[in-house]
Nanobody
Framework: QVQLVESGGGLVQAGGSLTLACVAS????????MGWFRQAPGEEREFVAA??????YYGDSVKGRFTIFRDNAKMRVNLQMNSLKPEDTAVYYC???????????????WGRGTEVTVSS
């Protein structure tokens, strides 16, 4: 069983930056695929970034602006978000699973989310 807890959300002006953190519990964190997804009101959950098998992946809407990095020793995966836009406003979720992909259904473990609001 893995528990994921996100933090770092908040209100930021367009063009600003935020760093989201996800801390995991469990013994096999280094073996998990870890990802970040987001969901805006009335929208479907959207892939943001993932790290698995030593490779990072990004959704098209965040490429060049967001960076995912994980620290297996600290059992943490962070999401650095730069050049934020109002359309980045959403609840951001940390996810983990045995299979890495850009599909939310492939991730077994989910945090409760942290809210990010970008004002124009």
């Amino acid at each position: 069983q893995v528990q994921l807890v996100e933090s770092g959300g908040g209100l930021v002006q367009a063009g600003g930056s935020l760093t989201l953190a996800c801390v995991a519990s469990g013994r096999t964190f280094s073996r998990y695929a870890m990802g970040w997804f987001r969901q805006a009101p009335g929208e479907e959950r959207e892939f943001v970034a993932a790290n698995y098998d030593g490779v990072t992946y990004y959704g098209d809407s965040v490429k060049g602006r967001f960076t995912i990095f994980r620290d297996n020793a600290k059992m943490r995966v962070n999401l650095q978000m730069n050049s934020l836009k109002p359309e980045d406003t959403a609840v951001y979720y940390c996810a983990g699973g045995w299979v890495g992909s850009n599909r939310s259904q492939d991730y077994r473990y989910w945090g409760r989310g942290t809210e990010v609001t970008v004002s124009s």
